[in-house]
Each structure stands twice: as C-alpha cells, then as structure tokens.
C-alpha cells in the first residue's frame, strides 16, 4: 500500500484540530503553515473531509476548520477513505469484486487479506491517539519488531 499526499496532510491537519484548546477553530492557512501543506492542495482535502462528516466549517471571526465529532471517533481508516477510496483496491477495483480465471484467483484471497491487515491497524488509531502520541498495543507491538523498520 502507498499512502498517498492526500492522506498524509489530511491526518496531520487533523491531529492540528485535535489538540486545540477548548475545540477551538483553526483557518485553513495555519493548518498549512503548521503542517507545510500547500494550500490549494489542503482546501481540496478539507472539503473531502466535510463531505465526510469528519470536519465542519465555522464562519465568522472566529471561524475556521474544526472536527465534527470526537477525535476518538474518527479512525485512520475513516480519514484515508474520505480523501482517497478504499483502503486496498485492485485496478480501481474492491477485492471482493475483482475475478480471475482458475489459476489465478488466489489472488483474491491475498488482496482481501492485504486489506484484513491493514484493518487492523487503521481501524483502531484515532485522531485522538495520534493527537496524544498513545498509540494502541496492537501498533506500538508492530513497530517495536526491527525488522519492521527495515525496507524490504
């Protein structure tokens, strides 16, 4: 899996709302310049993100951009599916609806368990976690194995 800019700046924008004081609003153009998002680029992803129901717009003098339900609501699932699709696709495709002929179709199975996997993680990391730097067991567990941090 590649993840994409798209989800990259988006979670980080939105671990810049978590930590707000008070549930405070944050403009567009601090998010960028805290999180070096280029603006065009972060306007597009806040508005996949409305689309959503992740974030809401406040106008006004205190306006801004903030999240529209608790942060330990919003998964790293639910962020990469608002900016980016499905968390695994083949040609566009779910998993579950891609099909091969006889010889190929285990494919399948290794495309729905590449997806099984990443479940497991983006699931269960909210917005909040991320915002408080406490991952959960489950990942912490996975990034202290070395050969984790080794490409391949």
Do not use: C
Request: hydrophobic share 45%; glycine share 6%; charged share 25%.
């Amino acid at each position: 899996m590649r993840v994409s800019a798209k989800s990259d700046y988006a979670l980080r924008a939105l671990i810049e709302m978590a930590v707000r004081v008070e549930d405070r609003a944050v403009s567009a153009e601090e998010l960028g310049r805290l999180q070096d998002i280029p603006h065009g680029f972060l306007q597009a992803i806040l508005a996949d993100l409305r689309k959503a129901g992740i974030v809401i717009s406040q106008r006004g003098q205190s306006g801004g951009w903030k999240l529209a339900r608790p942060a330990s609501g919003v998964s790293v699932a639910d962020v990469i599916r608002a900016v980016d699709g499905p968390l695994v696709s083949v040609y566009g495709l779910r998993p579950e609806s891609v099909s091969y002929n006889e010889r190929a179709d285990v494919l399948q199975h290794v495309w729905i368990a590449a997806r099984d996997s990443l479940r497991e993680v983006f699931e269960f990391v909210s917005i909040e976690q991320l915002a408080s730097r406490e991952l959960p067991d489950n990942v912490t567990t996975r990034t202290a194995r070395d050969d984790a941090w080794q490409p391949h």
